[in-house]
């Protein structure tokens, strides 16, 4: 019996496969035969218990896929909480500005430019982040924005972006750990496989202490994503993926900083 629902299975997720193939003519087509078998057989899955799959293009699914080596199961799993999540915090499919203007106005995300292959840059800057002064909820509304807007900037193919994270003048008095650890569970959980490299830049000794704490909480494969850049090799190492013309100008490059609500 369990031999002929798997069948029946399979045939259900070449069907969905199809369609959702037919879909999505337009989008890029996922090449690697493993990866389009896996995504169908995803699709069937998760499309049984939230009809809102049918929304998700193939790419998106692959991400997840991949974020869980390529386990069907497991992908799932992350993928329909991801559905639930969605629903919840983004009824409206963005986050108005009016609920984050705090967060907004400390102009802690810049995004401007992009690296040689297309992606977006966007540095953090982390003494601008100060949690007595803020709220935990927007925050973690301000976080959904912040990664929503920088997908929206991904040219057409694209899926990742690259990340700065600046650490000059960062003390105890912006160190948030709950708001680090909420922050990266948004990022693994619900936008997983869309960031390409992190560079922490310029950290004090200091912020060792935090990242000690938060370093277990990092999945494997974003562990892979993450470099310590030494200050005397800031921007030698920034320019071997971004071009001068698209770097900020305060690591050596031509384009100033620009705070993500301003960005376009």
């Known amino acids: ?11 259900e997720s070449v069907a969905i496969s199809a369609e959702a193939e037919a879909e999505h003519e337009n989008e890029p087509l996922i ?9 169908g057989i995803m699709r069937a899955l998760c499309d049984r218990q939230d009809p809102s799959t049918k929304e998700v293009d193939d790419l998106m699914m ?8 390529m386990d069907t199961e497991k992908a799932s799993e992350l993928f329909l909480k991801y559905l639930a999540w969605k629903k919840t915090v983004l009824p409206k499919g963005h986050i108005p500005e009016s609920e984050i203007a705090n967060d907004l106005s400390h102009n802690k995300v810049c995004m401007q430019g992009h690296d040689n292959k297309g992606r977006p840059i966007v540095v953090i800057v982390g003494n601008r982040h100060n949690p007595s002064k803020g709220n935990p ?5 301000f976080v959904v924005y912040t990664l929503e807007k920088i997908c929206a900037r991904m040219p057409r193919g694209e899926e990742k972006f690259r990340a ?12 948030d750990i709950r708001g680090y650890l909420a922050a990266l569970s948004t990022l693994q959980d619900c936008y997983p496989e869309r960031l390409d490299k992190l560079y922490f830049v310029r950290s004090p000794y200091i912020f060792m202490t935090a990242w000690k704490v938060i370093y277990p909480f990092v999945d494997t494969n974003t562990k892979k994503k993450i470099v310590f850049v030494e200050n005397k090799k800031l ?7 971004i071009d001068e013309t698209q770097l900020p100008d305060i690591y050596g ?12």
């Not at 921007?235 to 993926?241: G, I, P, Q, V």
């Open 31 to 39: 090449e690697d035969e493993m990866e389009r078998s896996k995504v």
């Open 253 to 264: 490059g031509k384009i100033p900083l620009t705070p993500i609500q301003d960005s376009h």
């Open 137 to 141: 909820e927007e925050f973690k509304r």
């Open 235 to 241: 921007t030698s190492t920034l320019l071997e993926d």
């Open 62 to 69: 692959r991400r997840f896929l991949r974020a869980r080596d």
């Open 164 to 175: 700065i994270v600046d650490l000059q003048g960062w003390g105890y008095s912006n160190c």
């Open 1 to 11: 019996m369990e031999k002929e629902n798997n069948k029946q299975q399979v045939v």
